[in-house]
């Protein structure tokens, strides 16, 4: 958890705020040239128009690191919200500012998607993400204008995304031939029947990357070389001329992160194991991996136990638990979210070869599921002991919370994933911590809390302002049961302790991504 102050982009002139919403309005297909190179850097972000519609940002991980940014939720309207930039990642240099509103993520649209969705869709998506971002002053002031349901976030139409295509060389070869020219971008004529054509790259194909690495600006020299060095298989991310005008007009990059996999050698698989007499049978450890990165891998599959009968092999590299990915978790970590599921287990794994091909094309096995049920948010299934009911606050209390309605105790269980399924945030001016988010159908709501409430103790330590980041510290290292006092209040009073303007006091718990 990161408690940290927003900086915010003071408002623009009115003036200038309306001609932004409408030139955002009427003309959402504005485009470059090149849809390739239509990334956030290609804006002018000191240029008030360029703000005025959605940006591109395809961000790269850093090695052993995060994308460079902070995500955090607003609370006095829906949207999730970009409240930190780290200088010198790939989230600066492509050009995400704080305050920039998510509209997207790779092919998902998630304006209205709960926060934990927002955030789980992009630790989901592994070494690179597109975000469609759009300022947050021209958000607010298109919201206002056209209300909280409009959706601005530009979208491809049905079936309209780049491919990934993998061909397996056969007596006629790779089956295309690439369009004259010295240097890319280039262009595919594929072999009718041909290996090209049966692995689903469509006529007239754009050639994005081959083996993961981006071959636009490449000669023609350089191409030929690195497809001779595939041998007999290359994978191909490609756009068809659809896709191409689609993302043309809407200056959408022709990025990786938005591609479907078409005859790919190899999928990640998900696992539902339901814990026996002797429990899952198999073991998990800690290891190095491809390129020397520590992961977690399944080992002692014992045969005829739950883990065997779920299709698991010994080496399998688990890739997420729950739906939720545990890419650079440790192993204690991982362990605990693999308990916190109780007698039933999903698991999400890939065998050497998923791994060793999903690692070449640079993007997340998840990605590629055959059923995106595995990435549905997961709902808890412990059982919570019933609410106690305490005393009135004191005077004490009152004076410090004029709109408390009352206190209570809660006992909290941590669901599938090690979730206790709720959010906090803090207002330095006024009482310092308090729910802003509560996931539907999680413990925390299960066991009564609701938007607002305000923590009095944790595991019967007073918040006191000054010792509150020990406190919320407690909240992560605390045995469950996690045992809350909260005091209720009403709406007025929830409304009265979220300012209506952005200030330096405000300061809400944001995720690093």
């Given at each position: 958890m990161c408690l940290s102050s927003p900086h915010h982009i003071s408002p623009p002139d009115p003036q200038d705020t309306a001609s932004l919403i409408l030139k955002f309005e009427f003309n959402p297909k504005l485009g470059i040239d090149n849809p390739v190179l239509s990334l956030a850097e290609d804006h002018d972000l000191s240029d008030p128009w360029s703000l005025g519609r959605p940006r591109f940002c395809l961000l790269s991980k850093e090695e052993g690191g995060s994308f460079g940014f902070h995500l955090q939720q607003d609370l006095r309207r829906a949207g999730h919200v970009v409240c930190r930039v780290e200088p010198g990642t790939s989230a600066q240099r492509q050009g995400l500012q704080e305050g920039d509103r998510i509209l997207g993520v790779n092919s998902h649209v998630v304006e209205h998607e709960d926060y934990a969705a927002v955030v789980?869709?992009?630790?989901?998506?592994?070494?690179?993400?597109?975000?469609?971002?759009?300022?947050?002053?021209?958000?607010?002031?298109?919201?206002?204008?056209?209300?909280?349901?409009?959706?601005?976030?530009?979208?491809?139409?049905?079936?309209?995304?780049p491919r990934l295509c993998h061909i397996v060389k056969d007596e006629g070869g790779f089956g295309f031939s690439v369009t004259h020219?010295?240097?890319?971008?280039?262009?595919?004529?594929?072999?009718?029947?041909?290996?090209?054509?049966?692995?689903?790259?469509?006529p007239g194909a754009r050639l994005l990357e081959v083996n993961g690495v981006n071959v636009e600006k490449f000669t023609r020299n350089q191409l030929s070389k690195k497809l001779?060095?595939?041998?007999?298989?290359?994978?191909?991310?490609?756009?068809?001329?659809?896709?191409?005008?689609?993302?043309?007009?809407l200056g959408?990059?022709?990025?990786?992160?938005?591609?479907?996999?078409?005859?790919?050698?190899?999928?990640?698989?998900?696992?539902?194991?339901?814990?026996?007499?002797q429990g899952?049978?198999?073991?998990?450890?800690?290891?190095?991996?491809?390129?020397?990165?520590?992961?977690?891998?399944?080992?002692?599959?014992?045969?005829?136990?739950?883990?065997?009968k779920a299709g698991m092999q010994a080496g399998d590299r688990l890739v997420?638990?729950?739906?939720?990915?545990?890419?650079?978790?440790?192993?204690?970590?991982?362990?605990?979210?693999?308990?916190?599921?109780?007698?039933?287990?999903?698991?999400?794994?890939?065998?050497?070869?998923?791994d060793r091909f999903f690692s070449m094309v640079c993007l997340s096995p998840l990605l590629f599921l055959e059923s995106t049920e595995a990435l549905a948010s997961p709902q808890d299934t412990l059982s919570v002991p019933p609410l106690v009911e305490a005393r009135d606050p004191s005077a004490e209390d009152t004076a410090v919370l004029p709109t408390v309605l009352g206190s209570r105790q809660c006992f909290l269980y941590p669901g599938p994933g090690g979730s206790y399924g709720f959010r906090l945030s803090c207002v330095a001016s006024g009482p310092s911590v308090f729910i802003s988010q509560v996931t539907p159908g999680g413990s925390a709501a299960r066991a009564g809390l609701r938007m607002g409430d305000m923590i009095l103790e944790v595991n019967g330590c007073p918040m006191g302002r000054q010792n509150d980041p020990e406190r919320l510290q407690q909240l992560f290292e605390a045995e469950p049961p996690l045992c809350l006092k909260l005091a209720a209040r009403s709406q007025q009073g929830l409304e009265a302790w979220i300012p209506s303007k952005s200030g330096e006091d405000w300061a809400q718990a944001s995720d690093v991504l």
């Open positions: 789980r869709h992009i630790r989901a998506s592994g070494p690179r993400v597109l975000l469609t971002v759009l300022a947050r002053q021209v958000h607010d002031a298109a919201r206002a204008q056209q209300g909280n349901d409009a959706q601005f976030c530009p979208i491809l139409g049905p079936g309209v995304r020219g010295r240097q890319g971008p280039f262009w595919l004529v594929l072999s009718t029947g041909g290996a090209a054509e049966r692995a689903g790259v469509p001779w060095q595939s041998g007999k298989q290359v994978t191909l991310l490609v756009a068809g001329p659809e896709v191409e005008e689609q993302c043309r007009q959408m990059p022709l990025a990786a992160p938005l591609a479907e996999g078409w005859a790919l050698p190899t999928r990640p698989r998900c696992l539902h194991l339901e814990k026996g007499p899952f049978g198999f073991l998990l450890r800690e290891e190095k991996g491809l390129g020397g990165r520590l992961g977690q891998f399944l080992w002692e599959v014992d045969p005829g136990l739950p883990a065997e997420a638990v729950a739906g939720e990915s545990v890419e650079g978790l440790g192993h204690e970590e991982t362990v605990s979210r693999i308990r916190a599921q109780g007698s039933c287990v999903s698991l999400i794994v890939v065998d050497p070869e998923a």
